[in-house]
């Protein structure tokens, strides 16, 4: 087998100079199934497949400017050269842009800030996006998708609006590991955050999901777990049955954080306010309102539920930001 990045370059079309700068968005997005463990970490291909719902105007805004050398702003301020931000997103683009364009980078994230969800995903996504534009391409979606998960894999459901499924694949080279739309906007939706902490994680999640796969003996539950929740989440989204949806996905994010708390040094994101607003969602749940929770890698809660629970669940929680997932316009 070639090598499969130098495969995927050699589909590229060729680097067009005609664009001086070229912008583009793309959204942020929350997994109902949860990609948790990759197969192979330099592809970043993974163990299982995962299902998102991306949200529409909450994302990143790029403008990639062709310049004498590579500099990043990120809302407002410069970035230094040597940060791990700096070096992955340049390592990144050094994977598609042509190698003797420099570039000047102005990224914004238009997701709130106290959300707590300005993720790699949307950043990738975007800045596949920026270079198509700038280079003047317009890349087939599987390819697209294929590309932006060498940044993040997240950031292969990042490039559509909907609902998105990532097919795990199962070819050594990911060339069948891509997303793919399920659904368009479900206008009833909606996700709403819940912030518990804005400090930065204490384990990435990169590295986490690496120790959840190596040391963890619950993790070879995973793989059955995601089986049987990712056909009824899609199809729960198709059929837009809200109780299926929301049940299934619960359940997938507590048996994520299950293996990442049996894996050693244990990840253990949740903090004191994590499971006091999970057991108040319970009881509320209790009392007749459907709403259910689900959790990335960190301690904040991400609430599923449709507009008509809207305004009991901000009397519930005040501090609640309600998150649409409509496209950007
Ligand atoms: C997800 N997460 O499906 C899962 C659930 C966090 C918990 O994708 O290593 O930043 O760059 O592929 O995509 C976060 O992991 O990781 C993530 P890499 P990524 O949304």
């Known amino acids: 087998m070639s090598d499969p990045i130098r495969h995927l370059q050699s589909l590229l079309p060729p680097h067009n100079t005609r664009h001086e ?135 292969s459901r990042s490039v559509f609006d909907g609902f998105v499924e990532w097919h795990a694949g199962s070819a050594p080279d990911g060339m069948d590991s891509f997303a793919e739309p399920v659904a368009p906007v479900w206008p009833e939706f909606r996700i709403g955050i819940l912030t518990v902490s804005e400090a930065p994680k204490p384990v990435g999640s990169t590295e986490a999901m690496e120790r959840t796969v190596r040391t963890a003996p619950l993790y070879t539950a995973w793989p059955a777990q995601v089986a049987h929740d990712l056909p009824r989440i899609r199809q729960a989204v198709l059929d837009r049955d809200f109780e299926t949806l929301g049940q299934t996905a619960e359940h997938n994010a507590l048996a994520m954080h299950a293996t990442m708390i049996a894996s050693w040094p244990p990840v253990i ?59 950007a316009p």
């Not at 793309?26 to 990759?38: E, F, H, M, T, V």
């Not at 689900?294 to 629970?309: I, R, S, V, W």
């Open 21 to 155: 700068s070229a912008t583009a968005y793309a959204p942020a997005n929350i997994a109902l199934c949860k990609y948790w463990g990759k197969r192979d970490s330099r592809l970043k291909l993974p163990v299982t497949g995962s299902l998102s719902v991306s949200l529409g105007a909450h994302g990143t805004r790029m403008t990639l400017r062709r310049a004498e050398a590579d500099t990043l702003v990120l809302n407002g301020e410069a970035v230094d050269p040597g940060t791990a931000t700096f070096r992955r997103l340049f390592a990144f683009l050094d994977l598609i842009r042509d190698p003797a364009h420099r570039l000047t980078i102005n990224s914004h994230n238009t997701i709130p800030i106290a959300a707590g969800l300005a993720s790699s995903a949307s950043a990738f996504a975007c800045a596949v996006k920026a270079l198509e534009a700038l280079y003047g391409w317009d890349l087939p979606p599987q390819l697209r998708s294929i590309l932006a998960r060498l940044g993040s894999g997240s950031a």
């Open 269 to 327: 994101y949740w903090l004191p306010e994590t499971t006091d607003h999970l057991h108040a969602v319970h009881r509320l749940r209790a009392e007749g309102l459907p709403v259910y929770a689900t959790l990335d890698a960190g301690p904040n809660l991400k609430l599923l539920y449709t507009a008509e629970a809207g305004n009991d669940l901000k009397a519930a929680f005040p501090q609640l930001i309600q998150i649409e997932h409509t496209p």
